[in-house]
């Protein structure tokens, strides 16, 4: 059975960094974007960053110059370093990997931006 794992959410102070890493544990053939969303408390879900497997990204514009996505396509291993983290960056993170098959959901990290 596939899972998507993620860790390294928390709390941290305004302008501070966190680290988000995502692993999928089982065997995925073709993922072709892999990535982040997030949900903030009475809003909808957006996508936060995506990396496809040729290495193209795509970037929120909110979090354009503050967010980086990397991706080990060996390891099937998606990261997302948030760097100068703003109050509305709250919110839970999900990691996905989508295939032409089926998309998978890590179980969601909480974020926490608050002096």
């Known amino acids: 059975q596939v899972q998507l794992v993620e860790s390294g959410g928390g709390l941290v102070q305004p302008g501070g960094s966190l680290r988000l890493s995502c692993a999928a544990s089982?065997?995925?053939?073709?993922?072709?974007?892999m990535g982040w969303y997030r949900q903030a408390p009475g809003k909808e879900r957006e996508l936060v960053a995506a990396?496809?497997?040729?290495?193209?990204?795509n970037y929120a514009d909110s979090v354009k110059g503050r967010f980086t996505i990397s991706r080990d396509n060996a390891k099937n291993t998606v990261d997302l370093q948030m760097n100068s983290l703003k109050p509305e960056d709250t919110a839970v993170y999900y990691c996905?990997?989508?295939?032409?098959?089926?998309?998978?959901w890590g179980q969601g990290s909480q974020v926490t931006v608050s002096s």
């Open positions: 996905f990997a989508s295939t032409v098959m089926e998309d998978y």
């Open positions: 089982g065997t995925i053939f073709g993922i072709n974007a």
């Open positions: 990396i496809t497997s040729g290495g193209s990204t």
